[in-house]
Every structure is written in structure tokens, then in C-alpha cells.
């Protein structure tokens, strides 16, 4: 059985830091394409971030330079380091797998998905 668990979530405030964990089960990380989207209330689905077998990422513009995606291929753990928190960085964080082998940024690539982990930031 797949199982997709984010953790780290919490409220903070702007200007600080953040580490997301997702821990999968029944789903070797490094066997597939991995990534980070987010949710904001009344928005869609957005990527965040992605990191391929060969450790190679891709951020989305807004996140660039402040979000690191990295996995821990022995733990089986994918992680989102988030610093210099903005207000708009509110909102409802995923991890998601896919089996694509070079999937895009976008929900509808990715076949597995976790509950999510809320990331409040006030100003």
C-alpha cells in the first residue's frame, strides 16, 4: 500500500523558516519523480518544487532561491527546507510521486499524493 505522510507544518512568522518531511511507504522515492505542491484557499493545485533520480530540481519562479527540495533516499523521507517565509506562502502543502519519467510541474502528472501539512505565515 502507498502512503504518502507529510509532517512539519505550523504557523510562523514572515521571515522564517520551515522543514517539511514526507515520509512514503510502499514507494521507494528514489524509483520515481517526486515534488511539492501547494494549495492556497479558493486557488488551484500549484507546483513548488520537484527533484528527479538524479537529484536534479526544478522550482517554480515564486520559490526560487528560498524553498531546497532534497530526499534521503536511505530514510525514504522527501523534504521541503522553506526560508524567508512570506504571508503569500500560506496555504496547504503536498508531496506527490509520479511515475513519469520526467513529469512537469503540474497535479495531473503525479499519481500518488499524501494529506498535506498546513504552512500559516503572518506578516
Known amino acids: 500500500q502507498v502512503q504518502l505522510v507529510e509532517s512539519g507544518g505550523g504557523s510562523v512568522q514572515a521571515g522564517g523558516s520551515l522543514r517539511l518531511s514526507c515520509a512514503a511507504s510502499g514507494l521507494p522515492l528514489r524509483n520515481y519523480r517526486v515534488a511539492w505542491f501547494r494549495q492556497a484557499p479558493g486557488n488551484e493545485r500549484e507546483g513548488v518544487a520537484r527533484?528527479?533520480?538524479?537529484?536534479?530540481?526544478m522550482y517554480a519562479d515564486s520559490v526560487a532561491g528560498r524553498f531546497t527540495i532534497s530526499q534521503d533516499n536511505a530514510k525514504n523521507i522527501l523534504y521541503l527546507q522553506i526560508d524567508s517565509l512570506k504571508p503569500e506562502d500560506t496555504a496547504m502543502y503536498y508531496c506527490?510521486?509520479?511515475?513519469?519519467?520526467?513529469?512537469?510541474?503540474?497535479?495531473?502528472?503525479?499519481?500518488?499524493w499524501g494529506q498535506g501539512t498546513q504552512v500559516t505565515v503572518s506578516s
Open positions: 527533484i528527479d533520480r538524479y537529484g536534479g530540481t
Open positions: 506527490a510521486a509520479s511515475e513519469t519519467l520526467y513529469p512537469a510541474l503540474v497535479p495531473s502528472a503525479y499519481k500518488y
